[in-house]
């Protein structure tokens, strides 16, 4: 048997998120099913980080074990055959030892936030983007940003729906910046609570829109309660960029 890293490219607008789901597709399931197809094996993939519904990956890591025998061009290109018409590819395949695991050798992930800051709508990003006519005020954002940087209780910026055992988290980075028409926002950490990115740049966008001061989102953290949460951005502009090992 061969573990297997692939790094998977995704669009996730047509699906339910990462993981296998009962009510619709899942990025998880599509390459199961190809590698299934492929294979005749039916092997449970894993993956860095789980993503919700209409969150894109650029760079997923993510691990299977196979027993056919078979050299890593193949497995890519045969999956990515299989893969289409859905928006998944296969960017590279190669050999890990057995002890490897996407998950839990994983330390560090890195997300990036796309908003578009324009009047006009997106064409060609629509679903990629958060799209906010509203001029955006990028270095109160940015200073709002700082108060997240650290070790904290995470407990305002983490869904009621949150598996993980503690809010604690420590985030690495947290930076802003305007490119262009876009604001970007990326994020560090060794790990991430449920909706702890989309909450973080919701509440900085409130900032960015005048709504909140800067000092508002120190607040917020403080407070340690999910109802002080002023507004969890939409998915389609968040992106799994990389997981580090």
């Known amino acids: 048997m061969t573990r297997w890293r692939l790094t998977v490219e995704f669009d996730g607008g047509p699906f339910m998120g990462w993981q296998r789901q009962d009510h619709g597709p899942s990025v998880q399931q599509a390459i199961e099913e190809a590698v299934e197809a492929m294979t005749g094996e039916q ?51 190669e050999p890990v030892d057995e002890e490897w695991h996407a998950r839990f050798s994983c330390i560090g992930r890195r997300y990036l936030y796309r ?47 949150c598996q993980a055992q503690s809010p604690e988290k420590t985030l690495d980075s947290l930076t802003v910046e305007q490119m262009g028409e876009e604001v970007q926002i990326r994020a560090a950490a060794r790990s991430f ?17 005048g709504q909140w001061r800067p000092d508002d989102i120190k607040g917020a953290l403080e407070a340690k309660d999910r109802q002080a949460l002023g507004l969890n951005a939409p998915p389609e502009g968040l992106y799994f960029v990389e997981a580090r090992y």
């Open 43 to 93: 092997q449970r993939l894993h993956c860095a980080g789980r993503t919700d519904a209409g969150v894109h990956g650029l760079a997923m890591s993510a691990h299977i074990d196979l027993d056919k025998e078979m050299d890593a061009h193949r497995l890519r290109e045969g999956l990515n055959a299989l893969l289409r018409p859905d928006p998944v590819a296969i960017l590279q395949a």
């Open 115 to 161: 908003i578009l800051n324009r009047r006009a709508p997106p064409t060609l990003d629509k679903g990629r983007v958060w799209h906010i006519a509203q001029d955006l005020d990028v270095d109160a954002m940015a200073e709002g940003a700082q108060h997240l940087i650290g070790q904290h209780d995470f407990t305002t910026f983490r869904s009621v729906n």
């Open 193 to 209: 609570l449920h909706h702890q990115v989309r909450s973080m740049v919701g509440c900085l966008a409130l900032v960015g829109r």
